[in-house]
């Protein structure tokens, strides 16, 4: 599996634009670019996924760089709710797992 | 729906004690995975079934691990014996089949073997 890097911990003021940022310089042309959060004491959710163009949902937006070796999550407005572990995941198109990472734990101000 | 139905929630059981994990996917999903958390090595794969056939338990860490999938709406993971190190968070997940499906996770069950 192609591999994703990520800061290990980001910190961020409630009410403020929050940017996690994901390497992933092996990416595969059919790879997918998936972000999943955990909740405290909860199971991963789905964020968001892309494969070349930007994408938005109500949750959050996707920016892919040109060469796709990177993206970057972005949270508009950051919320105390938001605290979690987001997780930068590549998946190609068959019907096969998600491989989880370390993820980058971000944490929310007050 | 309901979503990713796990149970028990919470289990404490002594060392050598059979453990057995339950989970009820989202109707309609085809794809089942089984997931372990741990502090030291974050969320593991250890089996996923398509269409109620395993297709990879190679994450599955020794043959006191099983899984067996009798049907499209049940799936039980067993632990026989137990050991303290299995003590972790398991998670159940599904999705339909395409490379677009979201994947719904469970709500865990934590285990701990004493």
């Known amino acids: 599996d192609a591999k994703t890097t990520q800061p290990n911990s980001m910190e961020s003021n409630e009410e403020e634009p929050v940017h996690l940022p994901c390497n992933h310089s092996?990416?595969?042309?059919?790879?997918?670019i998936h972000w999943y959060r955990q909740l405290p004491s909860q199971g991963p959710e789905y964020v968001i996924h892309?494969?070349?163009s930007n994408v938005n949902n109500r949750m959050a937006s996707l920016a892919i760089a040109e060469d796709r070796k990177s993206s970057t999550l972005i949270l508009h407005r950051a919320t105390l709710r938001d605290a979690a572990v987001y997780y930068c995941?590549?998946?190609?198109?068959?019907?096969?797992?998600?491989?989880f990472g370390k993820g980058t734990r971000l944490s929310v101000i007050a | 729906d309901a979503g990713v139905i796990q149970s028990p929630r919470h289990e404490v059981t002594e060392m050598g004690q059979e453990v057995t994990l339950r989970c009820k996917p989202i109707?309609?999903?085809?794809?089942l995975f089984w997931y372990r958390q741990t502090m030291m090595r974050g969320l593991e794969l250890l089996i996923y079934?398509?269409?109620?056939?395993?297709?990879?338990d190679s994450g599955m860490p020794e043959d006191r691990f099983s899984a067996k999938m009798p049907n499209a709406s049940f799936s039980t993971l067993k632990i026989q014996p137990s050991e303290p190190r299995d003590s972790a968070v398991y998670f159940c997940?599904?999705?339909?089949?395409?490379?677009?499906?979201?994947?719904?996770f469970g709500e865990g069950s934590r285990l701990t073997v004493l």
């Open positions: 997940a599904s999705r339909s089949s395409g490379f677009t499906g979201e994947l719904f």
């Open positions: 092996t990416i595969s042309g059919t790879d997918y």
């Open positions: 892309g494969l070349t």
């Open positions: 995941i590549l998946k190609d198109s068959g019907n096969t797992p998600l491989v």
């Open positions: 109707s309609g999903h085809n794809s």
């Open positions: 079934f398509n269409n109620n056939v395993p297709i990879d």
